[in-house]
């Protein structure tokens, strides 16, 4: 298991390329990078500015770990067409940490040899679908509107593509701008958020902007608001802006407070933030796997008393089917659908998703959460998506 101490200057790892490395060797310009990853996606706070997002202290106990058992000779298609165990999966597949929840009780578990499920695994875009819940709450409290102009909450934004966008179409990725979503960019305009998000080292002679100052620079697209699903990051990025704005408390207090405390988290949690302490929104989180499932075992129980029901329950709506069909993602979930930050599968499933291998998948029908957490070498890997939906699925059918 990966630990703090010094003395774990060469982690174990059972994927490909494994390598030993020193903590020096870990940099900005490498975390996301293949060995280090397997290390810094649990130590992120060492590499990267963060806050800390409080668990309760009144936390149910944890519950002794539980093997895979039956579910680890479940099979599915892999990404060459070949029929493949969940066992065998989760380490081709760079897995760290899986768990799956059957009516809120986990019922298996399992852990790659450098990782500890103890650990705040980042789970980047899922943090995205943290937000929107957190938005659902601001808004049943009555301290947000998802009908008003994106300039009444935060008016810096006048000039840039957020100024005559709704807060809804922000939720919904819904936001025609000229800001293109390339996680292997290294020159343009996508490292150079980065930059401003504190993610990539600084560049002499070009100094990045802070985080809001660089989100209200971004420009109008072509087409207009709500036509269609663009999927860009730096829109939850000035969610997470807007809802600090509406509540007057800063993000990772607001997500402690509304969300982490009320649901029983048993871990805390982080998300990393700029120069002036503006947090990541839209992928800086950091949470415990069990902590996670959590999370989408409160969405699964229609928010568990702590997320207004009728918000959850328009997740599910595909009320926003038009847009999504239009839009960059399509090959995804081609019959799906996406409302405030979460992905409607088009057959019952709910899912929240990060780049290298993050995943919440809800099944209400057989009451199953699954929760994966990995290190890919890709950011970004279409026919490892669709293996790993095929893997969900068969974990659902096993009930």
């Known amino acids: 298991m990966a630990t703090d101490h010094l003395a774990e200057r060469q982690p174990k790892s059972t994927g490909p390329a494994t390598e030993a490395f020193n903590r020096a060797d870990v940099t900005l310009s490498n975390w996301r990078t293949t060995p280090y990853s397997r290390w810094s996606f649990q130590n992120v706070s060492e590499i990267i500015p963060s806050a800390v997002i409080a668990g309760s202290r009144a936390a149910r106990p944890q519950p002794a770990p539980v093997a895979l058992s039956s579910l680890a000779t479940v099979e599915f298609a892999d990404t060459d067409g070949v029929t493949r165990t969940l066992a065998d999966f989760l380490t081709t597949s760079e897995t760290d940490e899986l768990v799956v929840m059957r009516a809120g009780t986990i019922v298996a578990e399992w852990s790659t040899a450098h990782s500890d499920p103890s650990r705040p695994h980042i789970i980047f875009s899922v943090s995205k679908s943290l937000t929107g819940l957190l938005a659902g709450i601001l808004a049943g409290k009555g301290l947000l509107s998802f009908d008003k102009l994106i300039g009444e909450y935060v008016p810096e934004v006048a000039g840039s593509a957020y100024a005559d966008a709704t807060v809804q179409q922000l939720f919904d990725m819904e936001i025609s701008s000229n800001f293109v979503e390339d996680y292997l960019d290294s020159s343009g305009g996508f490292e150079r958020y980065r930059r401003a998000t504190r993610w990539n080292p600084d560049i002499p002679g070009d100094p990045a902007p802070d985080l809001s100052s660089f989100l209200c620079g971004i420009g109008k697209g072509d087409g207009p608001h709500g036509d269609k699903h663009a999927y860009r990051s730096p829109n ?7 809802l600090e704005r509406a509540a007057g408390v800063r993000f990772a207090s607001l997500m402690s ?11 805390g949690a982080m998300v990393t933030v700029d120069r002036i302490g503006t947090a990541r929104a839209a992928g800086g989180i950091s949470t415990a796997p069990r902590d996670l499932a959590l999370v989408g075992d409160l969405v699964r129980r229609q928010g568990g008393g702590v997320v207004p029901a009728r918000f959850v329950s328009d997740l599910w709506s595909r009320s926003r089917r038009g847009a999504w069909a239009k839009g960059d993602q399509l090959e995804l979930f081609p019959e799906g659908s996406y409302r405030n930050y979460w992905y409607e599968t088009g057959n019952g499933e709910l899912a929240a998703i990060g780049i290298h291998g993050q995943w919440i998948w809800i099944h209400p029908e057989t009451e199953t959460v699954i929760v994966k957490l990995s290190s890919q070498t890709l950011p970004v890997d279409p026919a490892l998506d669709h293996a ?5 699925r068969a974990i659902c059918a096993a009930a």
Do not use: Y
Request: hydrophobic share 55%; no cysteine.
């Open 236 to 242: 939850t990025d000035l969610a997470g802006i807007v």
């Open 388 to 392: 790993i939906i095929r893997m969900m």
């Open 257 to 267: 407070n509304e969300l982490w405390k009320p649901m029983g988290a048993v871990s």
